[in-house]
């Protein structure tokens, strides 16, 4: 039977991220302005956990499951978005069994069901080839590559030597290291990278679209509450009212599928449609609700006054990292990146 409310541990760890996204809020537009974070939050969310979820007992970390984790990266994001984002975001390879230092890179040919022209490839213990558009943190050590072979994608752990970075610009996540990856090095072979875990992978992505959502509608919402135009607040107003009425469902709609998709996965149940759905569902829904907010706020939505054209980067960006062609060609990357991303979903 499926569940839609939270157990205590989920909700404790929830509220814990909650807090520190709003302790962190203030410095957002500064780290995005200056592409830093500052180091006491760096410290701090390491020290509270945060960063080690999804990494099991043997790594230091709680284990816990997808849809607790998930919770948890909402419910910071939604508080910080940026910040959250770009703390959190690199550490996917802890999905795998990876200790905190190790950067994923998806140079593997299997995404959404399409193809990568250009990528990875590990044969006889050596990998080779590009990755046009990879996200990192700090004091990355070694990498865990994603590479295509002739029996389909598989892991594979490459020192940090074996990769040459090449930093790219793109709109948004500017706190991030954004970077092309080129290798050509020995790899360690870990074992494969198919329907379990990529929807591994979905998971763990989507609720960071999730965020953005929720905060682009509060914000909407509460300047919705207060702002007036021709001697009454705009929020009165239908053609202000329905579009947010429509992003609160198509948020809950797009948190719902992924919610299935965790418990269905966590059963044990082949959920790799079903997540692939929901990371798209939580694209479609995150890019309808930082636009939305722009478009409330009206020129406001433009400057940086106001942190709605910032979130409107962010996904563009976030969602070009999460493989969507269209989203790569507008984050403002360099022509060669935007030429690899043909075929990609």
Same mark, same amino acid.
């Given at each position: 039977?499926?569940r839609?409310?939270?157990?205590?541990?989920?909700q404790?760890?929830?509220?814990?991220?909650?807090?520190?996204?709003?302790?962190?809020?203030?410095?957002?537009?500064e780290?995005?302005?200056?592409?830093?974070?500052?180091?006491?939050?760096?410290?701090?969310?390491?020290?509270?956990?945060?960063?080690?979820l999804?990494?099991?007992a043997?790594?230091?970390?709680?284990?816990l499951?997808a849809?607790s984790v998930?919770?948890?990266?909402?419910?910071?994001?939604?508080?910080a978005?940026?910040i959250?984002?770009?703390l959190?975001?690199?550490?996917a390879?802890?999905?795998?069994?990876?200790?905190?230092?190790?950067?994923?890179?998806d140079?593997g040919?299997?995404?959404?069901?399409?193809?990568?022209?250009?990528?990875?490839?590990?044969?006889g213990g050596?990998?080779a080839?590009?990755? $046009?558009?990879? #996200?990192?943190? %700090?004091?990355v *050590?070694? &990498? @865990?590559a994603?590479?295509?072979?002739?029996? =389909?994608?598989?892991?594979?752990?490459v020192?940090?030597?074996?990769?040459?970075l090449?930093?790219?610009t793109?709109?948004?996540?500017?706190p991030?290291r954004?970077?092309r990856v080129?290798?050509?090095a020995?790899?360690?072979?870990? $074992?494969?990278? #198919?329907?379990p %875990?990529?929807t *591994?992978? &979905? @998971?763990?992505?989507a609720?960071?679209?999730h =965020?953005?959502?929720?905060?682009?509608l509060?914000?909407?919402?509460d300047?919705?509450?207060?702002r007036?135009?021709?001697?009454?607040?705009?929020?009165?107003?239908?053609?202000?009212?329905?579009?947010?009425?429509?992003?609160?469902?198509?948020?809950?709609a797009?948190?719902l599928?992924?919610?299935?998709?965790?418990?269905?996965?966590?059963?044990?149940?082949?959920?790799?449609?079903?997540?692939?759905?929901?990371?798209?569902a939580?694209?479609d829904?995150?890019?309808l609700?930082?636009?939305?907010?722009?478009?409330?706020?009206?020129?406001?939505?433009?400057?940086?006054?106001?942190?709605?054209?910032?979130?409107?980067?962010?996904?563009e960006t976030?969602?070009?990292?999460?493989?969507?062609?269209?989203?790569?060609?507008?984050?403002?990357l360099?022509?060669q990146?935007?030429?690899?991303a043909q075929?990609?979903?």
């Amino acid at each position: 039977m499926f569940r839609f409310d939270w157990d205590e541990d989920s909700q404790a760890v929830a509220e814990l991220a909650r807090e520190f996204g709003h302790a962190a809020a203030p410095a957002e537009r500064e780290a995005a302005e200056s592409g830093k974070i500052p180091q006491a939050l760096r410290t701090q969310v390491s020290e509270l956990g945060l960063l080690d979820l999804h990494r099991s007992a043997e790594q230091g970390g709680l284990g816990l499951p997808a849809l607790s984790v998930g919770h948890a990266v909402a419910s910071l994001v939604q508080e910080a978005p940026t910040i959250g984002t770009a703390l959190l975001l690199p550490e996917a390879a802890g999905l795998f069994g990876q200790p905190a230092g190790t950067a994923l890179v998806d140079g593997g040919e299997g995404h959404l069901g399409y193809r990568r022209p250009q990528s990875l490839r590990l044969a006889g213990g050596q990998i080779a080839g590009s990755a $046009g558009f990879v #996200a990192f943190g %700090e004091n990355v *050590a070694s &990498f @865990l590559a994603i590479a295509a072979t002739g029996d =389909g994608d598989r892991f594979c752990r490459v020192e940090g030597a074996g990769m040459e970075l090449q930093p790219v610009t793109a709109m948004g996540l500017s706190p991030l290291r954004l970077c092309r990856v080129t290798a050509q090095a020995e790899a360690e072979p870990l $074992g494969p990278c #198919a329907g379990p %875990e990529r929807t *591994a992978l &979905f @998971l763990y992505t989507a609720p960071f679209f999730h =965020g953005y959502g929720r905060a682009a509608l509060a914000y909407a919402r509460d300047y919705a509450a207060q702002r007036k135009a021709f001697g009454r607040l705009i929020g009165s107003f239908q053609g202000i009212a329905f579009p947010l009425a429509e992003v609160a469902m198509e948020n809950e709609a797009a948190e719902l599928l992924w919610q299935e998709a965790a418990w269905r996965h966590a059963a044990g149940e082949d959920a790799f449609k079903l997540a692939a759905q929901a990371l798209r569902a939580a694209k479609d829904a995150a890019f309808l609700a930082v636009n939305t907010c722009v478009g409330t706020l009206g020129g406001h939505g433009f400057v940086d006054d106001h942190p709605a054209e910032r979130w409107l980067r962010d996904v563009e960006t976030l969602s070009a990292l999460a493989g969507n062609r269209t989203a790569l060609g507008q984050a403002a990357l360099a022509s060669q990146t935007r030429e690899e991303a043909q075929g990609i979903a």
